[in-house]
């Protein structure tokens, strides 16, 4: 099954950056599980081989889970990782040879399938933040538009948020939105406060990752907690190595301090499902659909994408689907990136693309603006148009709406920071895997606890509609059906009255979809 990235394109506001990172590309060094090794992510060709993947298998059961369930496992040399009776399913690591085909061969048991690793994009170009890195700034939780660097978030404006600010409509601490991704630091100002800490969980555990020792490369058992503990010994194991996490949290729910976020009343819950070495374990996002849907999301964040061909992992499909379903029967709403291969998703052809392809989502696809006359895309405008389809973003008739995810396509050096406008700017995470945030030029982000990047990707999108949703939750209640339709009802058609393979049912319209505008 080959994968796919749920890319994002990062710049940091202040000055020029170093060369841009490559798709594919991996973080070079990692805590030692042997003497020196360099550690990475499974490739595409060992993550699918079926026989290393993460070290985990996914049980599907056929009925209730057997009594003896946990002594079979045992007995085949495995360890029962979770069980979820509300899905039919669980995780187990361990099993080798012919475990899994033995395990699958017993009573109670429909499949047992390999796991798989989904990747994340590393970012296209960063820069430090240079430019008033030392101004602290204040909270603008009860005028989001007051925030330091809010005359640089095009987006914010693009979907009226500000409009609905001006009428109150700010989010509720009563509603909780599930970050399914890389952690969140929620030491930084812009979260300081919103994120649920006791609920808030590292889902990643053990899996395996290639390490190159010598001349050798070999597998071994990694656990990001550790490198937590390792290097930010007083931070709880789901802040974010990975910067990530801590960008699309804070577009969906900030303080105001330097960036404003859609919300800044609605409580984030940090899930962690994707390490710092750019995986995301499939058996990790589906446990943390279960979790989230068990521990009172309201709303789920899935700035995700992965791909495989459904001939022989077809079951992949039907799992996520459980999942979903399963959360969607809790009265979760769950929102999920397009993707960014620039792909016509009604042509997936055997290829199981992006979260979109289950039906229980709401699938965001991403805009942004165009160049101005001078042909660079300045930071404040004028555009040529606001709400242009970006250059990256999947599209087709899976996408429900479209939301800003940046819209600028530029190789090395970077353009002065005067013309990087065209970018989502959000909180960037202090606790970076200091190794990682010196290969992309981030390391001031642990130096200041608000420090904003910018980015561009259908990660960056989803998190508009995420927020937007939240907001619904006060006036519609807890229900998926009713929030999809309030929001799709309500989005401005920018390229038909009808759906469009770009836009879906059109740009969201926060204001409009909350009823402060008609």
Sequence with gaps: MSLVRSASRFAVLGALAASACLTDSRVPTAPAVRPSPRLSAM??????????????????FSGAVPADFASRVSALGGTVLWVSPGT??????????????????????????ADAAIALELPQALAPESADATGVGVA??????????????????????????????????????????????YLHLDLLGRVDLTR?????????????VGKDTVIVPFTEADTVGKYFPSRQAFTDLFFHGTHTGATVSSNAVRAAGITSGTQLVAVKVCSYLDVCPFSSILNGVIYAALNGADVINMSLGGGFPKAGNGRFVGLLQKVFNFAASK??????????????????GDTY????????????????????????????GPWTNIDAPAFYSNFGAAIDVAAPGGNQSFGPPLPPPAFRGAFVWAACSQTIYPPLAAQLGLSVCALFPRVIVSAEGTSMAAPHVTGTAALLVSSLGRNPARIKARIE????????????????????????AVGVIP
Excluded at 43 to 58: E, F, K, L, P, Q
Excluded at 201 to 209: K, S, Y
Excluded at 360 to 375: E, K, L, N, R, Y
Excluded at 490 to 512: E, K, M, W
């Design 140 to 185: 603008s939780n009860a005028n989001p538009a007051g925030a330091r660097f809010f005359a640089l978030q095009w987006n914010m404006r693009a979907v009226q948020a500000d409009v609905a600010w001006a009428h109150g409509v700010l989010g509720s601490s009563n509603v909780s939105v599930f970050m399914l991704d890389s952690g969140i630091d």
């Design 353 to 380: 693309l992006t979260f979109c392809d289950t039906p229980a989502v709401m699938c965001v696809s991403a805009t942004g603006p165009t160049t101005d006359a001078t042909g660079l895309t300045t930071a404040t």
């Design 88 to 113: 039919g399913l669980a995780v187990v690591s361990g099993l080798t040879g012919s475990g899994p085909a033995t395990l699958a061969a017993g009573k109670g048991i429909q499949a047992v399938a």
């Design 200 to 212: 808030s969980i590292d889902l990643l555990g053990t899996f395996l990752a290639q390490a190159v």
């Design 43 to 60: 490739n595409s060709t060992t993550a699918t081989s079926g026989t290393i993947g993460t070290g985990r298998h996914i049980v599907s």
């Design 489 to 512: 009802q309500t989005a401005d058609h920018i390229d038909t009255n009808g759906q469009s393979l770009f836009y879906g049912h059109g740009r969201v319209n926060v204001a409009r």
């Design 331 to 348: 009265g979760v709403t769950i929102v999920v990136s397009a993707g960014n291969e620039a792909t016509n998703l009604n042509h997936n």
